[in-house]
């Protein structure tokens, strides 16, 4: 089966009616990026830059980040993208040189988007070194943890002042970069009609959206039973941020966990999701489904589980659709 799923490094992620998506890796450090390519991803859907700035005692230096992003823009060409997320610390993610406050409840605290914002001269220094690296190959900006329109225009704000100043200094990037947001808070999903008219894309952070929308700390075991991504509500969330972001022209991608998991990829199918990011080892098993199915069933099963009230139900559901296709 691996030997199988292994011819299919090379091959294009399409259906058997000629719908093409993406599947690309989620990576933590330069060294995966590595992995990926071995496991044929088409490019990277989210670069986790949190490695930068952990284990260390002082925060990375602009020349430093831009090293990083480099390295592995370079290895994907100048055509695949890589889709670089600004720094998303605080939650479980702490810097022990930063003072960070200690927090009741850290998940629904300072943590990502919210701390950039409040440390401009941080954020900045991060986005004049994806910017820099943009001039190697298709780099796309990603913010985390967006809650707000304000917040997403204040993080432009500043990303347009490091333009700026990378332009006076006669330092190239890209100036047509694409920026995008994750849509991991529900208040983001609920109004993704009016954030789709300011952005160029989104990726579905399902791993934080099934959290705050079921109220379940996604590392509490003893919540775990309400941890679920097949649930009605969530999967009306994902359905409704497609349908926002394909009616404004925008594409839209998923880079939670639930991206890679092969029950949850017809329906993500057949919604029309553009973009799954995953684990690099979830890329090829992944490929190896798509290829087997028509973006026709994919639709037939997205709306038969729309009407369905139960994850469980709903799981099961599409397990038996897919085994009778496949
Ligand atoms: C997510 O929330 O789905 C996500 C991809 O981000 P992280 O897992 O890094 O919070
Ligand atoms: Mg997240």
Known sequence: RQKEAKKLVNEPSITLDGTKVELVANIGNPEDAKWAVANGAEGIGLFRTEF???GRNELPSEEEQFEAYKTVVTMF?????IVIRTLDIGGDKELSYMDMPKEKNPFLGYRAIRLCLD??????????AILRASAYGN????????????????????????KQELASENIPFNTAMEVG???????VAVLADQFATEVDFFSIGTNDLIQYTMAADRMNEKVSYLYQPFNPAVLRLIQGVIAAAHK?????????EM?????????LLGMGLDEFSMSANAILPARALLRQLTQKDAQRIAQA??????????????????????
């Not at 947001?181 to 208040?187: L, Q």
């Not at 404004?248 to 939670?256: P, Y």
């Open 52 to 54: 930068l700035y952990m």
């Open 259 to 267: 991206a890679g998991d092969l029950a949850a990829i017809p329906i």
């Open 77 to 81: 060409g100048a055509q695949r993208p």
């Open 181 to 187: 947001i994750m849509v991991e808070i529900p208040a």
């Open 139 to 162: 780099i796309k900006l990603m913010y985390p943890m967006i809650a707000t329109l304000q917040e997403l225009r204040a993080a432009n704000q500043i990303l347009e002042a490091a």
């Open 248 to 256: 404004a022209g925008k594409w839209v991608g998923m880079c939670g």
């Open 305 to 326: 589980v729309l009407k369905m009230d139960d994850a469980k139900e709903i799981r099961d559901f599409v397990e038996q659709a897919v085994s009778a296709i496949v």
């Open 119 to 128: 440390r401009p001269e941080i954020f900045k220094t991060q986005l004049r």
